[in-house]
């Protein structure tokens, strides 16, 4: 069963995938904290800010993997 993520985890842009969105594309293998989760149109969409900006980046959930520490 493959976890949920929520608000607050740290997460890793996944760099494989055939169905990645723009962000997942510019930012894959980047770390970040999740900041916000809501529905999307066909999808759960999520914020996160990206370890080296200053700003959240919007991403599809399927693009992102849960991660133990952002180091």
């Known amino acids: 069963m493959k976890s949920r993520i929520e608000v607050g985890d740290l ?5 494989d995938g055939r169905r990645r969105s723009a962000a997942a ?3 894959a293998g980047k770390k970040g ?4 989760r809501g529905e999307g149109h066909d999808s759960i969409v ?7 900006n200053n700003f ?5 959930e399927q693009d992102l993997i849960k991660s133990l520490s952002i180091s």
């Open 11 to 15: 997460v890793l842009v996944r760099r």
């Open 46 to 52: 999520v914020d996160v800010r990206i370890e080296e």
């Open 56 to 60: 959240d980046t919007v991403f599809e």
């Open 33 to 36: 904290q999740v900041t916000m």
């Open 25 to 27: 594309k510019k930012y």
